[in-house]
């Protein structure tokens, strides 16, 4: 399972226009972001965390 650690922010981009991401009320332990938002800076598009897994698939 890919846990989203912190350091993965990172690395990630937008996979519809391969923006930059920036986390939005995120909930958090010390290293793993729990649940949040990802959201798009380029097209505004957001993506959810859940459990600690990105969900960056195109809906
Ligand atoms: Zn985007």
Redesign the pocket.
């Known amino acids: 399972m890919m846990m989203m650690r912190r350091d993965l922010m990172n690395i990630l981009s937008?996979p519809?226009?391969q923006?930059e991401l920036e986390l939005k009320m995120a909930t958090d332990n010390d290293e793993e972001i729990v649940d949040g938002t990802l959201l798009?800076v380029?097209?505004g598009?957001s993506y959810q965390i859940e459990d600690g897994i990105p969900n960056l698939l195109p809906h």
Request: proline share 0%; aromatic share 0%; glycine share 12%.
């Open positions: 937008c519809h226009c923006g798009c380029s097209c598009r």
